[in-house]
Nanobody
């Protein structure tokens, strides 16, 4: 029943910024408060990797080493919306970015994302960073 709708992808030059949004529908605000929300990305010929996660109940966030200090995951639970602020973009950030949700606690500092933890996925939004 849950649907994830993404927006904010596009093409930017290296050093630029984008903010991705993901809005969950088909669930109540209360239900949304019990999900792990995450962003994954997949570049052509490469494996899908977890970029960042946050639990809607709060707790620690996770960031891939490659994006630490540049990307920030946040949420507006009242709007069932997840964000990924991407600053200082690099060409290697070019990928299809996917919003995902799962019924998994991911607010602990030891959490590392796995695709198996996420049962709902958005359609993907393309991010292209040029030199």
């Amino acid at each position: 029943q849950m649907q994830l709708v993404e927006s904010g992808g596009g093409s930017v030059q290296a050093g630029g910024s984008l903010r991705l949004s993901c809005t969950a529908s088909g669930i109540s605000r209360y239900t949304y408060s019990s999900y792990c929300m995450g962003w994954f990305r997949q570049a052509p010929g490469k494996e899908r990797e977890g970029v960042a996660t946050i639990h809607t109940d709060g707790g620690s966030t996770y960031y891939a080493d490659s994006v630490k200090g540049r990307f920030t995951i946040s949420q507006d639970n009242a709007k069932n919306t997840l964000y990924l602020q991407m600053n200082s973009l690099k060409p290697e950030d070019t990928a299809m970015y996917y919003c995902a949700a799962g019924r998994k606690w991911c607010g602990s500092n030891w959490y590392r994302p796995s695709e198996k933890d996420f049962g709902y996925w958005g359609q993907g939004t393309q991010v292209t960073v040029s030199s």
